[in-house]
């Protein structure tokens, strides 16, 4: 089965912190995505990685950052987390030559006081 | 741009009875797949059912079947025989062909009454 994992389930910060999420999966898959769920919006693109070292701005990339710097692994990162920024993060991988089956993470909770 | 539209935020179901939960989308794409992913409370997205554009006939899983009208845009999920289980957000989503990224839309909450 293919596992991708999230490094914390519940994530609290404080406004102007860098903060990092982590997102693993197992399964040599060369496409990575990070999306942000909230209530009323359903899931929105936030970046994509299609490769080590490569990416590609979703639809709501202001604010966020991405490291793919190992094909395994594939990371979000808020230069500087703001209150509005708080939302359920979700992680997602797919692979090249299937990229219509995309397995995702439990996600993260993330609060910004 | 692709849109996704779900116009039922809330829906419920006694168990053991069926439920559709409807989805229309906006495309100028000819090749093209639809999803319906299922998020149960704090648990993880899976998908339940795909659907290739350029199949004619409607995608079955089980209790779970899909009614694909791709004139009218239309990609309904039907369940049957509904379970205690089944009660979760219902995302319905766009990937264009040759394409990586999923369009979704904003989900619809299903709750199983038993």
């Known amino acids: 089965d293919v596992k991708v994992t999230q490094s914390s389930r519940y994530l609290v910060k404080r406004t102007g912190e860098k903060v990092f999420l982590e997102c693993v999966q197992d399964?040599?898959?060369?496409?990575m995505f990070w999306y942000r769920q909230d209530p009323g919006l359903g899931l929105r693109l936030i970046y994509f990685?299609?490769?080590?070292?490569?990416?590609e701005k979703g639809d709501i990339p202001e604010g966020y950052s991405v490291s793919r710097e190992k094909k395994e692994r594939f990371s979000l990162i808020l230069e500087s987390a703001s209150t509005n920024q708080t939302s359920m993060y979700l992680c997602?991988?797919?692979?090249?030559?299937?990229?219509?089956?995309?397995?995702f993470g439990p996600g993260t909770r993330l609060t910004v006081l | 741009a692709q849109t996704v539209t779900q116009s039922q935020p809330e829906m419920s179901v006694q168990e053991a009875e069926t439920v559709t939960l409807s989805c229309t989308y906006d495309?100028?794409?000819?090749?093209?797949?639809l999803f319906w992913y299922k998020q149960p409370p704090s648990r993880q997205m899976i998908l339940v059912i795909r659907?290739?554009?350029?199949?004619?006939q409607n995608a079955t899983e089980n209790r779970f079947s899909v009614n694909f009208q791709k004139a009218a845009k239309s990609f309904s999920l039907k369940i049957s025989d509904s379970q205690l289980g089944d009660t979760a957000m219902y995302f319905c989503?766009?990937?264009?062909?040759?394409?990586?990224?999923?369009?979704f839309g904003k989900g619809t909450k299903l709750t199983v009454n038993p």
């Open positions: 997602a991988s797919s692979l090249a030559r299937d990229p219509d089956t995309q397995y």
């Open positions: 990685s299609y490769d080590v070292k490569m990416k």
């Open positions: 989503a766009f990937m264009k062909f040759r394409s990586e990224k999923l369009v």
């Open positions: 495309t100028s794409e000819n090749n093209y797949y």
């Open positions: 659907q290739e554009a350029y199949k004619q």
């Open positions: 399964m040599d898959h060369e496409n």
